[in-house]
């Protein structure tokens, strides 16, 4: 019986020693192959073309394209029905706004720099699968988000979307 093929990561973050720190730990779970490095979101998509990760760790703080276009720049290309990876941010910025910006740029995931490496892991893996990956603390942000908005009536939304079709 042969071993899965391991999950393909791409890591994207300005500082080089945050990459190297982030390679370390990816490449010693078994299941997982760092197979390359971009110190800035413009070398993403030559990157992601080269090496064909599963999933891209993206910082969103970078000098030139941030982590957030760059993965709108990836959920566009699938759109248009190229191969395009998973992205799982990793910033050290904790905000509503980021968070759901994170979220509607098409990432699946939103974890921050003090996550315990095992749970980078786990959630680089999680990600793989097609799931969702969040810290407790973004969570709690977009779950007070969600709360502050205002409540919608069902009937009047649907009413709407029937207004919308006809036209």
Known sequence: ?????????????????VRSALALVLGGAPDLLVVAEAGDGEQVPAAVA??????????????????LRATEALVAARREGHPAPAVLV???FDTDELVLRALRAGASGFLLKDTPP?????????VARGEASVSPSALRHLVDAVARRPEVDPRAAAGAARRDRAQ
Do not use: N, Y
């Open 118 to 126: 095992a749970q980078i892991v786990d959630a680089v893996r999680a």
């Open 90 to 92: 990793l910033t050290t």
């Open 50 to 67: 080269r090496h064909a990760p599963h999933v891209v760790l993206m910082d969103v703080r970078m000098p030139c394209v941030d982590g």
């Open 1 to 17: 019986m042969t071993a899965p093929a391991p999950v393909r990561v791409l890591v994207v973050d300005d500082d080089p020693l």
